[in-house]
Nanobody, 126 residues
């Protein structure tokens, strides 16, 4: 099992940047493919970015491609989401998620992830 705790959310003006972190417990963090998702009020939780176990492979939703960068540091049991050029439509609760894996795959569906953090609020003002 892994426990996930997000941090780094806050209020930022449009065009600004934030860096989210997700700290994982346990000694087997490198066995987990990781993902970032977000959920705006009244909307379904949606995929933002995914990383393979090593972090060598990443994948992004079209809405954030070129603006967001996901990375991980397995030595620190932490995954990051660098968010640049933020827009008001990026406002949401952001969640990190983990999927125990034995491949280099990336997962994009909510249902594929077994472990979730509590979320961190990101608000972008216009």
């Amino acid at each position: 099992q892994v426990q996930l705790v997000e941090s780094g959310g806050g209020l930022v003006q449009a065009g600004g940047s934030l860096r989210l972190s997700c700290a994982a417990s346990g000694r087997t963090f490198s066995r987990y493919a990781m993902g970032w998702f977000r959920q705006a009020p009244g909307k379904k939780r949606e995929f933002v970015a995914g990383l393979s176990r090593s972090g060598a492979r990443t994948w992004y939703a079209d809405s954030v491609k070129g603006r967001f960068t996901a990375s991980r540091d397995n030595a620190k049991n932490t995954v990051y989401l660098q968010m640049n050029s933020l827009k008001p439509e990026d406002t949401a609760v952001y969640y990190c998620a983990g999927h125990e894996d034995y491949s280099s795959s990336i997962y994009v569906e909510v249902s594929e992830y077994d472990y979730w953090g509590q979320g961190t609020q990101v608000t972008v003002s216009s």
